[in-house]
């Protein structure tokens, strides 16, 4: 068998050998037709990325909308993830009904925008208006139980990856140091807060929550809490009996859970006419329906230290994070 390689056609006539230039053209052209019309019903992945002209993010998937790159059908093909939700839950939006009646948001903050440790003062959320801190010895520090403690935003507070973060912590002159930031211009009688939060370790036993509302006239005529509890432990609130002479000591209520602080979870806090619900991750831990506060409040999310105890409070070793990755208030 010859070689076809090495074979060469001969044409009698000169007028096919001037035809046939024409003709390998003509067929090449033809196969490369070809190709196209059969390739124009698949397109791949990236081809539909190129020719997208538009679309939607929506976690780690892109949704394309573009009838000549898929024919008129979405395609779907994964990204690098993009997400302002640290904490794997989005932060809500718009009104939300709990126990029956529909709320309306007032305030809400997703903490995006970045400021490092030591700039709280010079944030845009300081200098927008939108929120404010506690500045000086705590409850304890203030003498209640002797001990060097106080809020410090500058040394604790900061923002980044969506989160805002309090770095919780004893300075090396023994002084424990936490912060107490509040949303401005949102007291109110009756209102919802809800938060999402964890922190970094458990290893923070003397720290604390009491998070709370407040009265405005700063009279302890009430006080309701929720999240409050040691840091090294598990979530509970208090539900102060109102009193007019301004020494609201005593609870009308008080729950707890099984829940540590260094795992995310949603606490949700509804004050209302006679009544009030402590909310944990979407499940009611129980209510206060005496001695609700019918006067202005507004809410801080109040860290300290010592528990009102000397005795309770933080090895001065012990350091870790708070971060909340948003926190939303509605008006009743």
């Known amino acids: 068998m010859k070689n076809k390689s090495k074979t060469k056609v001969k044409f009698k006539s000169s007028k096919y050998q001037q035809v046939l230039p024409a003709l390998v053209v003509a067929l090449a052209i033809a196969a490369i037709g070809l190709k196209l019309l059969l390739g124009s019903h698949a397109a791949t992945p990236s081809t539909a990325a190129g020719e997208a002209e538009s679309g939607t993010k929506a976690g780690t998937t892109s949704t394309v909308a573009d009838s ?41 903050d997703d903490f995006t925008s970045n ?18 801190s506690y500045d000086g010895p705590d409850t304890c520090g203030k003498g209640a139980c002797g001990s060097s403690s106080v809020y410090n935003p500058t040394d604790t507070l900061s923002a980044s990856g969506g989160m805002l973060d309090m770095y919780i912590h004893t300075t090396s002159s023994g002084v424990h140091e936490t912060a107490g930031p509040s949303p401005n211009n949102q007291n109110m009688t009756y209102g919802l807060v809800s938060i999402r939060f964890k922190t970094s370790t458990r290893n923070l036993a003397g720290f604390k929550t009491a998070w709370l509302w407040w009265p405005t006239t700063y009279a302890w005529t009430d006080e309701i809490d929720f999240p409050e509890g040691d840091l090294s432990g598990t979530i509970g609130g208090f539900g102060h009996c109102y009193s007019s002479s301004g020494s609201a000591s005593s609870n009308c209520a008080q729950v707890g859970s099984n829940a540590y602080y260094d795992s995310w979870h949603t606490a949700t806090l509804a004050w209302m006419p006679g009544k009030v619900d402590f909310i944990l991750d979407g499940q ?29 409070c933080p090895n001065n070793s012990e350091a870790g994070h708070l971060d909340i990755d948003w926190f939303v208030m509605y008006k009743y």
């Open 68 to 108: 000549a790159a898929s024919g008129g059908n979405a395609l779907k093909f994964g990204t690098a993830a993009v997400s302002s939700n640290p904490s794997g839950v989005a932060m809500p939006t718009g009104n939300t009904t709990v126990d029956g009646h529909t709320w309306t948001p007032s305030f809400s």
């Open 115 to 132: 400021f490092a440790l030591g700039s709280w003062y010079s944030s845009s959320y300081v200098t927008s208006g939108r929120w404010s």
């Open 284 to 312: 009611s831990l129980g209510t206060q329906t005496s001695g609700v506060s019918a006067e202005q409040m507004y809410y801080v999310l109040q860290t300290e230290s010592c528990f009102d105890d000397p005795g309770a």
